[in-house]
């Protein structure tokens, strides 16, 4: 069917500038980043501090900072409309109803005056043009959904009263309560420990599975990306530096940035075999190095490296690296069989 | 038991305790007790890096933070050198920490913004009285170098940095004194996964050029296991298993343990995992659960389990767990 392979949301040449410091110059956080998710899938976004990965999804939320961020350029299609050039109550009308968002820290996106009830239940009434009462009847489902026990108490306590892996429960509830075609999640299990964070994971698949959403999940950690992604885009530095299903970029990466990236995180069982860290720092978006900007970084950077910044080439069928030498280098991560 | 790593430890901790008091009640009295340490024992030998493994709520920042009495425990014993350190009075103690050192999670905390690296060092050797005011700087020098800094970043400020190279200063301080034992408190855990690695690889060159003794803190049990010859896992107060890296990565014994590395997501999309996924939350160490304080989210754990509190029992050499099931 038609509607079915056309891509749920897609960005093409998204390019979000920043205004900095006191003289007010622009610099572009992200910069003509393009990729598409299908319904039901889940395309993780990977990358450190400063990648622009959040800067992304934010962009794609048309939640940028009304006074210091602004897209600079380029679409964001989602069901094949226009989001970029709508007014912010139409863009409010598709929030939270056909997308939302959840984020690393669900203490800083409750209210913390309000029940927990009652805050998913406003987004309910205000979606789904329920009454209140019928509302925090949703609201108890939805919870017991997220693996709340004693949802019916729960919908009365705020969020203070709650645990971090609690909370995020309660936020993925809320994001889930008007079964959006499409999550994004920013760091959702970064601030919990690593047991709650496997339940976590743990429902988010599950729900996916049930109510055939998409995702697209940020974030740092390639053990949760592998856990996951159908497809992963690797950022760097403001830019997607390699893009491609979760099994060419853990098995075959092109971009030595993946690589380096690969081999620099401990695994469990390596015993004390040196991790082979990658050397510097990633570089301020407003001192970028001239061509790649990974090459003063980089195991494999040439001459060639400095002369322009490379494009994103194809590698095979949907995989893509940033890399002059991505054919001549063979960088086949060992660690994944 | 204690389990015994060797003879003539560097550091021995005996049922040590930490009970904070917290709520306020009338006049600000404490309402409710969390026990935060509850009763824990181990040794660490001469050049040994020993990891603390646990979750929030584990205890384990008050474990690194009580063995050099930046907290006061409530009970126990910590004796460094056979020296014990809560019966130190002010001076005592001053002399004994120039020995003992801990580098702290998040370094743009540790570090005075208005002091230039030049300060932040040399704080250290002033208060020790190390060297001269003359060949202070070029010990400054040294530090920085030996941590992988240019020389010339003497008169840098701490937000010239980046937050790799400010974790850097934060261990060079650490060793300005030349401290035979250090506590590492989550010291990677704000890094960029790039930029982790790095610190990792320092901290181990550094250990063993050195001969330094360790307590590695972290919740990452893959760093741990990484830097670590023996590994403690600590759950709500209590130690859970004690043992050496290779051994408790290849045979954990206690059902926390082997539910925590099933956790842990890997970087391999073939991993097919067994995961051991626990139910609820971590309880309050306001109110543990009785018995074994585990026993709530156990996924093997019986009537007995509530009424008993397990001691830790040797499973194979060096390797203890607390866990009734073990026996």
């Given at each position: 069917?038609?509607?079915?392979?056309?891509?749920?949301?897609?960005?093409?040449g998204?390019?979000?500038?920043?205004?900095?410091?006191?003289?007010?110059?622009e610099?572009?956080?992200?910069?003509?980043?393009?990729?598409?998710?299908?319904?039901?899938?889940?395309?993780?976004?990977?990358?450190?501090?400063g990648?622009?990965?959040?800067?992304?999804?934010?962009?794609?939320?048309g939640?940028?900072p009304?006074?210091?961020?602004?897209?600079?350029s380029?679409?964001?299609?989602?069901?094949?409309?226009?989001l970029?050039?709508?007014?912010?109550?139409?863009m409010?009308?598709?929030?939270?109803?056909?997308?939302?968002?959840?984020?690393?820290?669900?203490?800083?996106?409750?209210?913390?005056?309000?029940?927990?009830?009652h805050?998913?239940?406003?987004?309910?009434?205000?979606?789904?043009?329920?009454?209140?009462?019928?509302?925090?009847?949703?609201?108890?489902?939805?919870?017991?959904l997220v693996?709340?026990?004693?949802?019916?108490?729960r919908?009365?306590?705020?969020?203070?009263?709650?645990?971090?892996?609690?909370?995020?429960?309660?936020?993925?509830a809320m994001?889930?309560?008007?079964?959006?075609?499409?999550?994004?999640?920013?760091?959702?299990?970064?601030?919990?420990?690593?047991?709650?964070?496997a339940?976590?994971?743990?429902?988010l698949?599950?729900?996916?599975?049930?109510?055939?959403?998409?995702?697209?999940?940020?974030?740092?950690?390639?053990?949760?990306v592998a856990?996951?992604?159908?497809?992963?885009?690797?950022m760097?530095?403001?830019?997607?530096v390699?893009?491609?299903?979760?099994?060419?970029?853990?098995?075959?990466?092109?971009m030595?940035?993946?690589s380096?990236?690969?081999?620099?995180?401990p695994?469990?069982?390596?015993?004390?075999?040196?991790?082979?860290?990658?050397?510097?720092?990633?570089?301020?978006l407003?001192?970028?190095?001239?061509?790649?900007?990974?090459?003063t970084r980089?195991?494999?950077?040439?001459?060639?490296?400095?002369?322009?910044?490379?494009?994103?080439?194809?590698?095979?069928?949907?995989?893509?690296?940033?890399?002059?030498?991505?054919q001549?280098?063979?960088?086949?991560n060992?660690?994944?069989? | 038991?204690i389990v015994?790593g060797?003879?003539?430890p560097?550091?021995q901790v005996?049922?040590?305790?930490?009970h904070?008091?917290?709520?306020?009640?009338?006049?600000?009295?404490?309402?409710?007790?969390?026990?935060?340490?509850?009763?824990?024992?181990?040794?660490?030998?001469?050049?040994?890096?020993?990891g603390?493994?646990?979750?929030?709520g584990s205890?384990?920042?008050?474990?690194?933070?009580?063995?050099?009495?930046?907290?006061?425990?409530t009970?126990?014993?910590?004796?460094?050198?056979?020296?014990?350190i809560?019966?130190?009075?002010?001076k005592?103690?001053?002399?004994?920490r120039?020995?003992?050192q801990?580098?702290?999670q998040?370094?743009?905390?540790?570090?005075?913004?208005?002091?230039?690296?030049?300060?932040?060092?040399?704080?250290?050797?002033?208060?020790h009285?190390i060297?001269?005011?003359?060949?202070?700087?070029?010990?400054?020098?040294?530090?920085?170098?030996?941590?992988?800094?240019?020389?010339?970043?003497?008169?840098?400020?701490?937000?010239?940095?980046?937050?790799?190279q400010r974790?850097?200063?934060?261990?060079?301080?650490?060793?300005?004194?030349?401290p035979s034992?250090i506590?590492?408190?989550?010291?990677?855990s704000?890094?960029?996964?790039?930029?982790?690695?790095?610190?990792?690889?320092?901290m181990?060159?550094?250990?063993?050029?050195?001969?330094?003794?360790m307590?590695?803190?972290?919740?990452?049990?893959?760093?741990?296991?990484?830097?670590?010859n023996?590994?403690?896992v600590?759950?709500?107060?209590?130690?859970?298993?004690?043992?050496p890296?290779?051994s408790?990565?290849?045979?954990?014994?206690?059902?926390?343990?082997?539910?925590l590395m099933s956790a842990?997501?890997?970087p391999d999309?073939?991993?097919?995992h067994?995961?051991?996924?626990?139910?609820?939350?971590?309880?309050?160490?306001?109110?543990?659960?009785?018995?074994?304080v585990?026993?709530?989210?156990?996924?093997?754990?019986t009537?007995?389990?509530?009424?008993?509190?397990?001691?830790?029992?040797?499973?194979?050499?060096?390797h203890?767990?607390?866990?009734?099931?073990?026996?």
């Amino acid at each position: 069917m038609q509607v079915e392979t056309m891509p749920l949301l897609e960005v093409s040449g998204l390019t979000t500038c920043f205004k900095t410091g006191l003289d007010g110059r622009e610099i572009n956080a992200v910069e003509n980043v393009s990729f598409s998710v299908r319904p039901g899938e889940t395309l993780a976004i990977v990358g450190e501090s400063g990648s622009g990965k959040s800067v992304t999804s934010l962009s794609v939320m048309g939640l940028l900072p009304a006074r210091t961020g602004r897209i600079a350029s380029g679409s964001v299609k989602f069901r094949g409309r226009e989001l970029t050039t709508l007014d912010n109550q139409a863009m409010r009308g598709i929030r939270g109803r056909e997308m939302s968002m959840i984020f690393q820290e669900p203490m800083t996106s409750l209210n913390p005056v309000y029940t927990i009830g009652h805050q998913i239940a406003e987004v309910i009434v205000l979606h789904q043009k329920l009454g209140y009462k019928a509302a925090l009847e949703k609201a108890v489902e939805m919870l017991d959904l997220v693996g709340i026990p004693e949802p019916r108490k729960r919908i009365q306590n705020y969020p203070h009263q709650m645990s971090g892996g609690m909370r995020q429960r309660a936020m993925i509830a809320m994001a889930l309560s008007c079964e959006p075609a499409l999550l994004i999640a920013d760091e959702p299990t970064t601030a919990l420990d690593v047991t709650i964070q496997a339940q976590v994971l743990e429902l988010l698949k599950d729900l996916q599975a049930r109510i055939g959403m998409a995702m697209v999940f940020i974030t740092h950690d390639l053990g949760v990306v592998a856990e996951v992604a159908d497809r992963v885009c690797v950022m760097y530095a403001g830019q997607i530096v390699e893009t491609g299903s979760a099994i060419d970029i853990f098995k075959a990466p092109a971009m030595p940035y993946t690589s380096a990236l690969l081999k620099s995180v401990p695994r469990l069982g390596m015993g004390d075999t040196r991790l082979t860290a990658i050397p510097g720092y990633v570089p301020p978006l407003s001192r970028l190095p001239k061509g790649c900007r990974f090459r003063t970084r980089c195991a494999h950077s040439a001459e060639i490296c400095a002369s322009g910044q490379p494009d994103l080439v194809d590698m095979s069928s949907g995989h893509a690296a940033r890399c002059f030498r991505a054919q001549e280098l063979s960088l086949r991560n060992e660690a994944v069989a | 038991m204690i389990v015994e790593g060797g003879a003539q430890p560097l550091l021995q901790v005996r049922n040590l305790k930490k009970h904070f008091g917290v709520g306020s009640g009338l006049f600000h009295r404490p309402t409710a007790v969390v026990k935060a340490i509850d009763g824990i024992s181990f040794d660490i030998q001469r050049g040994e890096v020993m990891g603390l493994v646990g979750e929030s709520g584990s205890g384990k920042t008050t474990v690194g933070r009580s063995v050099l009495r930046l907290v006061e425990p409530t009970s126990g014993e910590v004796m460094f050198k056979g020296q014990n350190i809560g019966a130190l009075d002010p001076k005592g103690l001053r002399a004994a920490r120039r020995d003992m050192q801990i580098v702290f999670q998040d370094p743009d905390a540790s570090l005075n913004p208005r002091e230039k690296v030049r300060q932040v060092i040399g704080r250290a050797l002033d208060i020790h009285t190390i060297g001269t005011r003359g060949e202070r700087e070029g010990r400054i020098i040294d530090l920085l170098e030996k941590v992988g800094l240019s020389g010339d970043y003497i008169d840098r400020y701490p937000h010239e940095f980046s937050g790799g190279q400010r974790q850097r200063i934060g261990i060079a301080r650490a060793l300005a004194v030349e401290p035979s034992f250090i506590v590492a408190d989550e010291p990677v855990s704000a890094l960029d996964v790039s930029v982790q690695a790095q610190v990792i690889n320092l901290m181990s060159d550094l250990q063993r050029d050195l001969g330094l003794t360790m307590l590695f803190i972290a919740h990452d049990l893959a760093v741990v296991e990484h830097i670590s010859n023996r590994i403690i896992v600590m759950y709500l107060g209590k130690i859970m298993e004690i043992a050496p890296a290779k051994s408790l990565y290849g045979n954990p014994q206690h059902p926390y343990t082997k539910a925590l590395m099933s956790a842990v997501p890997r970087p391999d999309p073939t991993h097919k995992h067994n995961r051991i996924l626990l139910q609820g939350d971590i309880p309050s160490p306001i109110n543990p659960p009785s018995g074994c304080v585990f026993r709530t989210r156990c996924p093997i754990a019986t009537a007995e389990c509530a009424q008993i509190v397990p001691d830790i029992i040797q499973v194979a050499p060096g390797h203890g767990s607390a866990c009734l099931k073990n026996g």
